[in-house]
Nanobody, 118 residues
Framework: QVQLVESGGGLVQAGGSLRLSCAAS????????MGWFRQAPGKEREFVAV????????VYGDSVKGRFTISRDNAKNLVYLQMNSLKPEDTAVYYC???????????WGQGTQVTVSS
């Protein structure tokens, strides 16, 4: 069973930076796409970013383009989300997810809280 564990969340002031990590274990494969999503209280889950298996292709949600960067280290089974120029509206629980070539994100981590103060 695939397991995903996020870390790196916390409290940061507006304009600051954080780097989230997602550690994948179990029957994972470097060909799998990995993504980051977030959910703020009372809001729908929002797509943040996705990276393909090789790391050569990335897509970002409109609200984070130019500020966030997704990357991966397949040797270590890690995916990162570098978040710069953080805004209070970035406050949410951030989730890592894996698409095992089904076209869906079938596996999810437990989430890590990011709080941006104004």
């Amino acid at each position: 069973q695939v397991q995903l564990v996020e870390s790196g969340g916390g409290l940061v002031q507006a304009g600051g930076s954080l780097r989230l990590s997602c550690a994948a274990s179990g029957p994972t494969d470097s060909v799998y796409a990995m993504g980051w999503f977030r959910q703020a209280p009372g809001k729908e889950r929002e797509f943040v970013a996705v990276i393909n298996g090789s790391g050569g292709s990335t897509v970002y949600g409109d609200s984070v383009k130019g500020r966030f960067t997704i990357s991966r280290d397949n040797a270590k089974n890690l995916v990162y989300l570098q978040m710069n120029s953080l805004k209070p509206e970035d406050t949410a629980v951030y989730y890592c997810a894996l698409d095992p070539l089904t076209g869906r994100f079938d596996f999810w981590g437990q989430g890590t809280q990011v709080t941006v103060s104004s």
